[in-house]
């Protein structure tokens, strides 16, 4: 029989705690498109971002389902992620009490998105096989789509406001 490689409980709860980093994204980003739900087009493209978040997280739990098949290391400091999700929880809470506007709050994604680069998984595992290191590459592809409708959104927003 081969020698597997299994993830350490620690470093299962590290993947458990980034799928809740993924999770809060969504949250927020479902704040966003009920915030602007009376303009159609920009709630179905934060519901859209939204969604993508779902599925990073959905990889996330997929990867610790594996329990270390396939993977090698987890790369990063539990305490790091940990302290994400607060500040994360404290933006969502923030909006909630104090409604950004559309520019507000695309900048504020933006920034989200940018600040956790780092964090996704083709960051964060080593890969031992070569299949499933494809299939979580794939989600860092969409973060690069979605960071550039984002910044599209906010280039926008700003030509728009230039001509006021």
């Keep these: 029989m081969a ?13 458990e705690s980034c799928w809740i980093v993924e999770e809060k994204c969504a949250h927020i980003y479902r704040h966003f498109a009920k ?5 159609p087009v920009v709630a179905e493209l934060w519901n859209k971002i939204a969604k993508e ?5 959905d990889q996330f739990r997929l990867a610790a389902c ?14 790091k992620v940990k302290s994400i999700i607060a500040k994360l929880e404290k933006i969502h809470e923030e909006i909630r009490t104090c409604h950004p506007t559309l520019a507000e709050a695309f900048e504020l994604a933006l920034y989200i998105e940018k600040s956790l680069a780092e964090y996704h998984i083709g960051s964060i595992l080593t890969f031992a096989d070569n299949e499933l ?8 592809l969409q973060d690069q789509g979605h960071l550039k409708m984002l910044q599209d959104a906010v280039e926008e927003i700003d ?3 230039a001509l006021k």
């Design 3 to 15: 020698n597997i490689t299994r993830l350490s409980l620690k470093e299962i709860h590290i993947l």
């Design 35 to 39: 915030i602007f739900a009376k303009d």
């Design 53 to 57: 978040e779902d599925h990073h997280a």
């Design 66 to 79: 594996h329990l270390g098949t396939g993977i090698k290391d987890v790369k990063v400091n539990d305490r």
């Design 133 to 140: 290191s494809k299939l979580f590459k794939k989600m860092e």
């Design 159 to 161: 030509a728009i406001e």
